[in-house]
T-cell receptor, first 114, second 113 residues
Framework: ETGVTQTPRHLVMGMTNKKSLKCEQH?????MYWYKQSAKKPLELMFV???????ENNSVPSRFSPECPNSSHLFLHLHTLQPEDSALYLC?????????????FGPGTRLTVL | AQSVTQPDIHITVSEGASLELRCNYS??????LFWYVQSPGQGLQLLLK??????LVQGIKGFEAEFKRSQSSFNLRKPSVHWSDAAEYFC???????????FGKGTTLSVSS
């Protein structure tokens, strides 16, 4: 595997379910990100991790819970979601959190909340 | 506050024709500026970036962009569009903390034959 991978690619869940999104980067980067991409809205930054420490939480509801066990893996744990949470969730990584570092994106997980 | 505006939601260009996608930014200092492309079913890929120096920046896939401070613009151009360029294009600037990017709403490019 190369680059940034995300699993699953598609997920359908009910509002009472608990699920997790997984992201793995094979680039040796130190920073990882979660973004939400909704129709007709700009990409929204959700969380930023640097060296496994959360450095930014962009006013995200607590029903989204990130986890970064090591610099290669990032999870987004989901519980009691709402239909408006349906979106494409993109993971990215970069060498460091300074924005001159190119961010490399995974293909995303298409989430549908029923 | 930092922000990015992409005035055009959807543009259609004939194959072989030239392309210009508009991006206007609001930023407190000399900005870093980025253009990303997202093909259907894919994540975003960096096309080019501007940090300083020459205001005309060359990127991948034959794209270029010009930074114009007087107009607060960073428009993306390509002299001859190919059908494979059909995608969504995003302009971005760093957030205030410098820890992540703020993206515009994107411009969808369709290419007609």
């Amino acid at each position: 595997e190369t680059g940034v991978t995300q699993t699953p690619r598609h997920l359908v869940m009910g509002m009472t379910n608990k699920k997790s999104l997984k992201c793995e980067q094979h680039l040796g980067h130190n920073a990882m990100y979660w973004y939400k991409q909704s129709a007709k809205k700009p990409l929204e930054l959700m969380f930023v991790y640097s060296l496994e420490e959360r450095v930014e939480n962009n006013s995200v509801p607590s029903r989204f819970s990130p986890e970064c066990p090591n610099s290669s893996h990032l999870f987004l744990h989901l519980h009691t979601l709402q239909p408006e949470d349906s979106a494409l969730y993109l993971c990215a990584s970069s060498q460091g959190i300074d924005t001159y570092n190119e961010q490399f994106f995974g293909p995303g997980t298409r989430l549908t909340v029923l | 506050a930092q922000s990015v505006t992409q005035p055009d939601i959807h543009i259609t260009v004939s194959e072989g024709a030239s392309l210009e996608l508009r991006c206007n930014y609001s930023y407190g200092a000399t900005p870093y500026l980025f253009w990303y492309v997202q093909s259907p079913g894919q994540g975003l890929q960096l096309l080019l970036k501007y940090f300083s120096g020459d205001t005309l920046v060359q990127g991948i896939k034959g794209f270029e962009a010009e930074f114009k401070r007087s107009q607060s613009s960073f428009n993306l151009r390509k002299p001859s569009v190919h059908w494979s360029d059909a995608a969504e294009y995003f302009c971005a600037v760093p957030n205030q903390a410098g820890t992540a990017l703020i993206f515009g709403k994107g411009t969808t490019l369709s290419v007609s034959s």
